[in-house]
T-cell receptor
């Protein structure tokens, strides 16, 4: 089976940097993805890491360490619009399995 | 841009009814998925399909079935709706299995 652990809630202030961690246990691993979901909206793809290291896309970066079964999403220069839920997901057995999500609240 | 369209945004049904949730994608994607989302539980995979007429069970298939007669359309069927199937249902598609998923806007189903 598989399981993913991520914090349920994170709070930060505008302009700050926040890191959302994700640890996973899977029987076979191909990659770690991150999705963003605003209230009432559909999840949207943010990033995908198949190899160890850091992937940067604008203000967002995602990191993967396969040996530690660990990854994180780093959000820089936080903006109010970044308030949303963030899900990590692992690809295993032909399907994408999601964590329970981290609700990020950005305060002024 | 990829478009994944779910037929209804809100749906109210009675216990015991047969319910069809329809999903259509316009990018010729091979892979399609049905998830349900409940507060505190994240997204849980119900069924997925890698090709026409092909289906695979996800993590919570009990009480559901699916149909994929055409590549662009993936239907979720609740044979006899129950109150514990009240949830947000999300359809998704992807070109490569496990990679970037494109989601529909979801169907909020209430079973009374």
């Amino acid at each position: 089976g598989q399981s993913l652990e991520q914090p349920s809630e994170v709070t930060a202030v505008e302009g700050a940097i926040v890191q959302i961690n994700c640890t996973y246990q899977t029987s076979g691993f191909y990659g770690l993805s991150w999705y963003q979901q605003h209230d009432g909206g559909a999840p949207t793809f943010l990033s995908y890491n198949a190899l160890d290291g850091l992937e940067e896309t604008g203000r967002f970066s995602s990191f993967l360490s396969r040996s530690d079964s660990y990854g994180y999403l780093l959000l820089q220069e936080l903006q109010m619009k970044d308030s949303a839920s963030y899900f990590c997901a692992v690809y295993e057995g032909g399907k994408l399995i999601f964590g329970q999500g981290t609700e990020l609240s950005v305060k002024p | 841009d990829v478009k994944v369209t779910q037929s209804s945004r809100y749906l109210v049904k009675r216990t015991g009814e047969k319910v069809f949730l329809e999903c259509v994608q316009d990018m010729d994607h091979e892979n399609m998925f049905w998830y349900r989302q409940d507060p505190g539980l994240g997204l849980r995979l119900i069924y997925f399909s890698y090709d026409v007429k092909m289906k695979e069970k996800g993590d919570i298939p009990e009480g559901y079935s699916v149909s994929r007669e055409k590549k662009e359309r993936f239907s979720l069927i609740l044979e006899s709706a129950s109150t514990n199937q009240t949830s947000m249902y999300l359809c998704a598609s992807s070109f490569e299995a496990g990679e970037k998923l494109f989601f529909g806007s979801g169907t909020q189903l209430s079973v009374l």
